[in-house]
């Protein structure tokens, strides 16, 4: 039954309680520093770039003291469909028109080029980062800290009226459903194969998608009960929609927290000035230099 552990591939939705540097900030602090590192990841047009957010990413799991193979083991439920958008990023030589670029292999329609090499870089460690920097958040934030966050953070919206507690209740309920419907689906699979049904992992990501199909039905139906029931559940305690509530715990910004701004800030800046595309070029230089005869 080992095929059929997932949840123990789901790192986002879980709390790792432990007496950290990054546990301690507040949730505010966390929801800013993620939103940003992944902005500024996402418009790095640089491999050295991506893979400096990349070394920053790990950094971050290695400071908050959380168990490092179960975060870096989040990426395996992807990286089936990474790879596979990886060698198409790179045998059909995407970007291989563009100025500067220098063919490495070619045949017939295969084009592997130094822009399709660096593509296939910056993708890797694009996703490996925003997978792992949202696993580190629900890592070291609780679903009320994440939730009360949010809603402070949206708050000077609701002028314009955006619901702040409806979308920070909604992204709370997203987040703690993600380990909920990795279970459901592994009892769905354990109890499709205790009736003779052939689901195993194998090589061929096409036989193991057709596998999983028969699985989506009565996934999908139970998911909608559980929504069902969560909302007569909302509905039973008396749930409104933007009520002005009060809150019992109430959000402090320390010193801690402005120390990791100004860090938070000072990486931004390094990441954004650093002349990373010059490096990707100079690296490239040196590996494609012929050696004198």
């Given at each position: 039954?080992?095929?059929?552990e997932?949840?123990?591939?789901?790192?986002?939705?879980?709390?790792?309680?432990?007496?950290?540097?990054?546990h301690?900030?507040?949730?505010?602090?966390?929801?800013?520093?993620?939103?940003?590192?992944?902005?500024?990841?996402?418009?790095?047009?640089?491999?050295?770039?991506?893979?400096?957010?990349l070394?920053?990413?790990?950094?971050?799991?290695?400071?908050?003291?959380?168990?490092?193979?179960?975060?870096?083991?989040?990426?395996?439920?992807?990286?089936?469909?990474?790879v596979?958008?990886?060698?198409?990023?790179?045998?059909?030589?995407?970007?291989?028109?563009?100025?500067?670029?220098?063919?490495l292999?070619?045949?017939?329609?295969?084009?592997?080029?130094?822009?399709?090499?660096?593509?296939?870089?910056?993708?890797?460690?694009?996703f490996?980062?925003?997978?792992?920097?949202?696993?580190?958040?629900?890592?070291?934030?609780?679903?009320?800290?994440?939730?009360?966050?949010?809603?402070?953070?949206?708050?000077?919206?609701?002028?314009?009226?955006?619901?702040?507690?409806?979308?920070?209740?909604?992204?709370?309920?997203?987040?703690?459903?993600?380990?909920?419907?990795?279970?459901?689906?592994?009892?769905?699979?354990?109890?499709q194969?205790?009736?003779?049904?052939?689901?195993?992992?194998?090589?061929?990501?096409?036989?193991?998608?057709?596998?999983?199909?028969?699985?989506?039905?009565?996934?999908?139906?139970?998911?909608?009960?559980?929504?069902?029931?969560?909302?007569?559940?909302l509905?039973?305690r008396?749930?409104?929609?933007?009520?002005?509530?009060?809150?019992?715990?109430r959000?402090?910004?320390?010193?801690?927290?402005?120390?990791?701004?100004?860090?938070?800030?000072?990486?931004?800046?390094?990441?954004?000035?650093?002349?990373?595309?010059?490096?990707?070029?100079?690296?490239?230089?040196?590996?494609?230099?012929?050696?004198?005869?």
């Open positions: 039954m080992e095929d059929f997932l949840l123990r591939h789901v790192t986002i939705g879980h709390y790792f309680p432990v007496a950290s540097p990054v301690r900030l507040d949730a505010r602090v966390k929801l800013i520093g993620v939103v940003v590192l992944v902005s500024v990841l996402v418009t790095l047009q640089s491999a050295c770039g991506a893979l400096a957010g070394a920053i990413t790990l950094a971050l799991i290695a400071l908050a003291r959380v168990d490092v193979r179960f975060v870096l083991g989040g990426l395996g439920p992807a990286l089936p469909i990474l596979f958008l990886a060698v198409l990023q790179l045998v059909f030589g995407w970007g291989a028109r563009a100025a500067g670029c220098e063919s292999w070619a045949w017939w329609i295969l084009n592997v080029t130094t822009c399709s090499v660096q593509a296939v870089v910056i993708l890797l460690a694009r490996a980062a925003l997978i792992w920097l949202t696993s580190l958040l629900t890592l070291t934030s609780t679903l009320s800290e994440l939730a009360r966050g949010i809603e402070w953070l949206l708050r000077p919206w609701q002028r314009v009226g955006v619901p702040a507690d409806e979308l920070a209740m909604v992204f709370t309920l997203a987040l703690r459903f993600v380990p909920t419907l990795a279970l459901e689906m592994e009892k769905v699979l354990k109890a194969a205790a009736r003779g049904a052939a689901i195993q992992r194998g090589a061929n990501p096409i036989t193991r998608t057709r596998q999983l199909l028969p699985v989506l039905i009565p996934l999908f139906v139970n998911t909608l009960r559980r929504t069902e029931a969560l909302t007569a559940a509905e039973a008396g749930y409104v929609g933007g009520a002005h509530r009060t809150h019992y715990v959000l402090r910004f320390r010193r801690a927290d402005a120390v990791a701004l100004a860090c938070l800030a000072g990486i931004i800046l390094g990441l954004l000035v650093i002349p990373f595309g010059v490096l990707d070029q100079a690296i490239w230089n040196g590996l494609l230099a012929r050696p004198p005869r």
